[in-house]
């Protein structure tokens, strides 16, 4: 059988790829090596969506714990019951997944389950579980392929004590002692959800900082916060070996040399970042040009070999599932003949902690290295009503404006409900708006959103509540 587009992975990159190509009237199919025979990739089945529903759940634990009382709610102390947890994570995952099958149906996309290759102009190979091998026909190839936890060197994963993200989701009983091997968002968030259930979490970072690529001022803030909530940071660290006996035996030292020293913990998460998933695709032998494990792609996503595209995790930039979404998007109205394009500038990160961090755009670093000229308007959460009448008034909204212009170049915010209210910023920047813009927007009263319009006040020192 002969299509139009063959998707190579079935994650929030490919799977949007196909459907918005379907949509344009492609014939399209999509060919996933999942072996759970399951659509949406590591986001949906062991990483964006399992880690969120865990996270709210333990944070509810937590505020059952410790924060009701405050507003006149008494509840005896909660019982944590993590199989009922753990089914509430897997309900989720199944819903999402059975979703994306649904869509699929709707749209008429054909799904293919094994390993894809490209074998030539137009071919690619499938190898199922069972090595039965097929091969399709098809006049475009896009590689979806995504991306997988970086190993660290010397340390074996069993999934059970010493884990990746995907073992982290699973644990049996919430360890006496987690230590986490990188302070990035995977290693913070799911640090989050076994400290609420009560582990006691250290983190060991290589560089002298967390959260490499956040503002700095919102990371350092973080890190207090996350001390408050129980965190032991040991930062300018690497971990040089980790023992097996009744305890794990961490040993770290100084990342720019010196005395080493030892670390115990019930389970170790090595959580130093993600690494594309290219590994069988038969790049090599098909020609495609990769630098430092990424699918090399122009402009247009368009590979080196006519015909193959790349998107997500694979290419460059940021491995965020919705950066993924919006090229999948992107390239499949390109091969319909349309205009497809994402806005690299305007592409947010959150960090889905409690408080959550969320950002777009330029850091302060950032415009400083560039030699831009900025102005900075920030407004507390301590001085918005809706947050005091919450108990969540940790944290702020940071806006940077250029100083010439007025236009906003980054927001960065830390505090409750960040990753919704980014989206202001997002629309905001998407449309090239200042600073101004956004002051004179009227918001609603009593709203955490509130905070974001008194940043942008504040950046002519014309903040009110404040």
Known sequence: MSYDLIVIGAGPGGYVCAIRAAQLGLKVAVVERRKTKTLGGTCLNIGCIPSKALLYASEKFAEAAHDLAALGVVVDKPKLDLPSMLKHKDDTVVANVNGIAFLFKKHKIESVFGAGAIKGPGEVEVTAEDGAKQTLSTKNVVIATGSDSTPLPGVEIDEERIVSSTGALSLAKPPKDLLIVGAGVI???????????????????????????????????????????????????????????????????????????????????????????????????????????????????????????????????PMLAHKAEDEGLAVAEILAGQHGHVNYEVIPGVVYTSPEIASVGATEEELAAKGIAYKVGKFPFTANGRARAMRQTDGFVKILADAATDRVLGVHIIGVGAGELIAEACVLMEFGGSSEDLARTCHAHPTLSEAVREAALAVEKRQIHL
Request: proline share 3%; aromatic share 6%.
């Open 187 to 317: 290693g913070l968030e799911l640090g989050s959800v076994w400290g609420r259930l009560g582990s006691n979490v250290t983190v060991v970072e290589f560089l002298d900082r967390i959260l490499p690529g956040i503002d700095a001022e919102v990371a350092k803030q973080f890190q207090r916060i996350l001390q408050k909530q129980g965190f032991t940071f040991h930062l300018g660290q690497k971990v040089s070996k980790i023992e097996k006996g009744e305890r794990l035996r961490v040993t770290i030292e100084p990342a720019a040399g010196g005395e080493a020293s030892t670390l115990q913990a019930d389970v170790v998460l090595v959580a130093i970042g993600r690494r594309p998933v290219t590994d069988g695709l038969g790049l090599e032998k098909a020609g495609v040009a990769t630098e430092r494990g990424r699918v090399v792609i122009d402009d247009r996503f368009a590979t080196n070999v006519p015909g193959v595209y790349a998107i997500g995790d694979v290419v460059r930039g």
